[in-house]
């Protein structure tokens, strides 16, 4: 209800009063400062939405409230959609990809927000969050692909202004960058598209009041700009190196003293800045992550059901047959990535892994699931599908080859001779 509420109030009053809106009706008795506490993407694209119908005609017109009502539906479309369109980039299966997106289209762990009438913030960061996926593994296609590291940023920045899980898309796209490098994937490529990602996202993230200069301060938000400067210390090693045409042993004498020197470095900066109180600590839902649910000192978070940790029954009532077959797509998407060592393949193993770890940890964050297990579902369907079309095309042209060698037999052999009586 609140949400709706603001939706109202931001269409009524403009941006300007909505910022500085001070809600005496929430948080009661206190009252909330929505301008510094909320996530205004799902708010400001709702009346984006509508001002845009109402523009079209009347034929297109429709109420604030029935916008907010198919919001939800009309974004759990866009994410299916996206859905296949990340399982196309990362398994090179158009099969996979369609498979993919029909299992999306109906996975309770997606359905669950994507329902008419739903209108909360994850029906909106779903969407947001796959966007970024898919646009950051497009970004790694080729050499040439990197300038899309920018709309990866930009995504991502959607992602912030939609939901507080925010941190998780950052994260994942940091640690699979990092990853990169550990596989030996790190290339200049790779380099230009994980800098403008991060520092359009960053540019972006910090405009928002609700999230100030987490990116920068938080502990949980670091991992990602730690990942950035590793990469900037890289790519300046490597082409010190090319300069000086250093090579074997030379060259690796030269890339440790660097990598030392930038350790040094940092860690002389964070031993200078946390006695300042410059870090911020780990927000409470975070640190239920890490630890039992019922030791993260606030009773409010270790009280709600959506925070106890994951189970065996939850995962078959919101995943329901992906359950027992993403298992086979995460196989299946491994072996692909070790066949072809592409950045993108190694996407969706990653953040599978990470997904379940999360949700294994607190039942909410299955929400993270359903993309990734409708993309390892695609990959193990469209990979059935593959080897059952290959198996019938064998079977046809082999048919069709005895079927030709049955005719060439019969055209050669002689006819036979006539009896006495025709001399």
Request: glycine share 10%; with cysteine.
């Amino acid at each position: 209800w609140f949400n709706f509420r603001a939706t109202q109030y931001l269409a009524d009053n403009g941006w300007a009063k909505f910022s500085r809106w001070f809600d005496y009706m929430s948080w009661y008795p206190l009252g909330r400062p929505v301008g510094t506490t909320i996530y205004p993407g799902m708010q400001v694209t709702a009346v984006t939405i509508w001002r845009t119908l109402g523009a079209m005609g009347e034929s297109f017109r429709m109420s604030l409230n029935d916008v907010c009502v198919f919001f939800p539906a009309w974004f759990g479309a866009v994410a299916t959609a996206l859905t296949g369109l990340l399982t196309a980039e990362c398994s090179g299966d158009k099969n996979a990809a369609v498979v993919a997106s029909l299992v999306m289209s109906i996975v309770p762990a997606h359905t669950m927000r994507s329902v008419a009438g739903g209108y909360d913030n994850e029906s909106l960061a779903v969407t947001a969050m796959v966007l970024t996926f898919f646009a950051w593994c497009r970004a790694l296609r080729n050499e040439k692909s990197w300038p899309v590291g920018a709309l990866a940023g930009l995504a991502y920045v959607y992602m912030v202004a939609a939901w507080g899980g925010y941190t998780f898309v950052l994260n994942m796209v940091g640690l699979h960058a990092a990853t990169l490098v550990l596989v030996g994937k790190f290339n200049g490529a790779a380099h230009k598209a994980y800098s403008l990602f991060w520092i359009v996202g960053t540019l972006g993230a910090v405009q928002f009041p609700v999230v100030g200069l987490a990116p920068i301060k938080s502990m949980e938000q670091l991992g990602p700009a730690l990942v950035f400067l590793g990469y900037q210390v890289l790519e300046v090693t490597e082409r010190v190196a090319r300069a000086k045409q250093l090579a074997g042993h030379a060259k690796w004498r030269f890339r440790i003293r660097c990598y030392a020197l930038a350790a040094a470095c940092v860690l002389a900066a964070a031993a200078a800045l946390a006695p300042t109180g410059y870090f911020g600590p780990l927000s409470v839902r975070v640190r239920g992550l890490f630890i039992k649910h019922t030791k993260t000192g606030n009773p409010l978070v270790d009280s709600v059901a959506e925070h106890q940790p994951g189970s065996a029954d939850a995962y078959v009532r919101y995943l329901n047959f992906p359950f027992y077959v993403a298992p086979v797509g995460f196989v299946i998407a491994c072996a692909h990535f070790l066949e072809t060592k592409s950045a993108a393949a190694l996407f969706l193993p990653l953040y599978a892994v990470v997904a379940y770890y999360f949700a294994n940890r607190m039942v909410r964050l299955i929400i993270f699931l359903g993309p990734i297990a409708s993309c390892l579902s695609g990959v193990a369907v469209g990979h059935l599908l593959e080897q059952v079309a290959g198996n019938l095309a064998w079977f046809a042209a082999g048919a069709l080859e005895d079927k030709d060698d049955a005719d060439d037999k019969t055209k050669k052999k002689p006819a036979s001779k006539g009896g006495k009586g025709g001399k």
